[in-house]
């Protein structure tokens, strides 16, 4: 079935270092990827998408980097800040033209100071 | 509003109560969706509207799960004779999709169910 996962429950990076959360898609039929932020006690917020048609998108200090091939998708997260601690969700259309979207597990990002 | 509201923020109620919640999505957006959120997971899809009709509803776990939008703007997701399972946070997202176009949701802060 369609499923979306993330290969690491936690991350802890240090402030000010560079973050990556990975995250692995089963439907090769998804043609668009987004990635959610969310905080406690909030609902998702939207960081960066990606088309099926790139393989990279930069925003601000996130970069989103698709790999059809091994079906993996990750955001990189530049100069990580203590605001950036939170819940981190993959999302892909799959095979549906709804427009709705299969979300992963998530990945929770922890920020030193 | 600027963004999606839903009330209530939290409710509790009894096993076997009905329940409703409510969505108000942001204005002009025609496709709307509600999402189920169980603690320490990513949201389930539960249902979409396009405009009136419920264009995909195969995510409702069974047929105590409902949800209208008469007038295509909001909606409300009703759910009867409440288990403990069904607490979790109800997530709802509007989107200014039309035309298959698939794009951006943008999601309220949920009503959060607890069935005692």
């Known amino acids: 079935g369609e499923s979306v996962g993330l290969h690491l429950p936690t991350l802890s990076v240090q402030e000010g270092d560079n973050s990556i959360i990975n995250c692995a898609y089963s439907?090769?039929?998804?043609?668009?990827f987004i990635w959610y932020k969310q905080e406690s006690g909030k609902g998702p917020q939207f960081i960066i998408d990606?088309?099926?048609?790139?393989d990279k998108r930069q925003g601000q200090r996130v970069t989103v980097l698709l790999n059809k091939t091994v079906k993996h998708l990750s955001l990189q997260i530049a100069a990580t800040q203590p605001g950036d601690s939170a819940v981190y969700f993959c999302?892909?259309?799959?095979?549906?033209?709804?427009?709705?979207?299969?979300f992963g597990q998530g990945t929770t990002l922890q920020v030193k100071p | 509003g600027a963004g999606v509201s839903q009330t209530p923020s939290n409710k509790v109620t009894e096993k076997g109560k009905y329940v409703e919640l409510r969505c108000d999505p942001i204005?002009?957006?025609?496709?709307l969706y509600w999402y189920r959120q169980s603690l320490g997971q990513g949201p389930e899809f539960l249902i979409y509207?396009?405009?009136?009709?419920?264009?995909?509803d195969s995510g409702l776990p069974n047929d105590r799960f409902f949800a209208v939008r008469p007038e295509g703007s909001v909606s409300t997701l009703k759910i009867q004779r409440t288990e403990r399972g069904d607490s979790a946070v109800y997530l709802c997202?509007?989107?200014?999709?039309?035309?298959?176009?698939?794009?951006?949701?943008?999601f309220g802060e949920g009503s959060r169910l607890t069935v005692l």
């Open positions: 439907n090769s039929a998804s043609d668009y």
């Open positions: 999302a892909e259309t799959g095979a549906s033209n709804t427009g709705k979207l299969i």
């Open positions: 204005s002009g957006h025609t496709a």
């Open positions: 997202a509007s989107s200014p999709r039309m035309g298959g176009n698939t794009g951006e949701l943008f």
């Open positions: 509207f396009q405009g009136t009709g419920a264009a995909d």
């Open positions: 990606i088309r099926s048609n790139m």
